[in-house]
């Protein structure tokens, strides 16, 4: 509708694995250091800075953890990602005989969730990026690999080319908060999107958020009076994994998929954003 494109391919790849420890090493901007030092704070400490200013409980987080893996399971187990994921071939070592041998596998799970995972389980891991932090490995989006891919296409290309739409992109929005506190991006993000579009956040049927730490995710749902209920209904990013260069692709296909599956009309997707950033966008299964 903005005129700009008739053929779209939008997604991306990650190789998180292939990052070094640490990540990449930036030098800061000696100006901007020392008068905006918040700019430069890891994503972990991020998450810990939401934590202090809204108050949040460690047990309260693991417990939000726990639920998105066990409905990431209970996604798996049902078959619900099978129509998402592209199954493909990988090689890999194993030690068999006390020799390490190569075998082939075919990859269509995800290998992100761990079965049985409980509170009581991520009661036991210590803090990640603080010493008196409560964001742990267990309450934080997992590093994964990973590629997402979606066809965007004007109404003119989809009648040259007889194509049968999936769904509508009725809205999407973008906002901007401090960097220090980035994982609240969502807040400002989703209540901008719904305004432009004319909408009210009750027309939504399903939630997806990028769930890159419990801590923002129940912040944004506090703060923004999303239900639950229609949140993340397959397990999120903390079961998932969080590869960050597909996010939005690969949120974009969970919901289509699980609106189809459920014969639900709209769907959300909203994510957090390093560096300040949130961003929503609106769908409409036809």
Not at 183 to 188: L, N
Request: hydrophobic residues 40%; glycine residues 10%; aromatic residues 6%.
């Amino acid at each position: 509708s903005a005129s700009i494109a008739d053929v779209v391919v939008a997604g991306g790849a990650e190789t998180m694995s292939m990052i070094n420890m640490g990540g990449w090493r930036l030098v800061p901007n000696p100006d901007v250091a020392k008068t905006n030092p918040n700019w430069y704070l890891s994503m972990g400490l991020t998450s810990e800075m939401v934590a202090r200013e809204y108050n949040l409980k460690r047990e309260d987080l693991d417990e939000f953890s726990a639920n998105s893996y066990a409905k990431a399971y209970n996604a798996i187990d049902k078959g619900y990602f099978k129509d998402q994921i592209v199954p493909y071939t990988v090689k890999e070592n194993y030690v068999a005989d006390g020799k390490i041998k190569t075998r082939e596998k075919i990859f269509d799970v995800d290998e992100c969730p761990r079965r049985g995972t409980t509170k009581a389980a991520l009661a036991r891991l210590r803090p990640a990026f603080a010493a008196d932090g409560i964001s742990t490995a267990g309450n934080s989006s997992q590093m994964s690999d990973g590629a997402a891919f979606v066809l965007v296409v004007s109404e003119k290309i989809l009648k040259r080319h007889n194509l049968k739409p999936i769904a509508r992109l009725v809205d999407y929005q973008v906002a901007g908060v401090d960097p220090y506190k980035m994982g609240v991006g969502p807040i400002k993000a989703i209540p901008k999107v719904l305004k432009h579009a004319g909408m009210k956040l009750d027309d939504m049927d399903l939630i997806e958020l990028n769930e890159a730490f419990a801590t923002q995710s129940m912040v944004v749902v506090k703060e923004t009076g999303i239900n639950p209920d229609i949140l993340n209904v397959n397990g999120g990013a903390i079961a998932l994994g969080h590869p960050l260069g597909c996010t939005g692709a690969k949120l974009t296909v969970q919901i289509l998929n699980e609106l189809k599956r459920r014969n639900k009309k709209y769907g959300m997707v909203t994510m957090c954003i390093g560096t300040g950033q949130g961003a929503a966008g609106i769908y409409e299964m036809l």
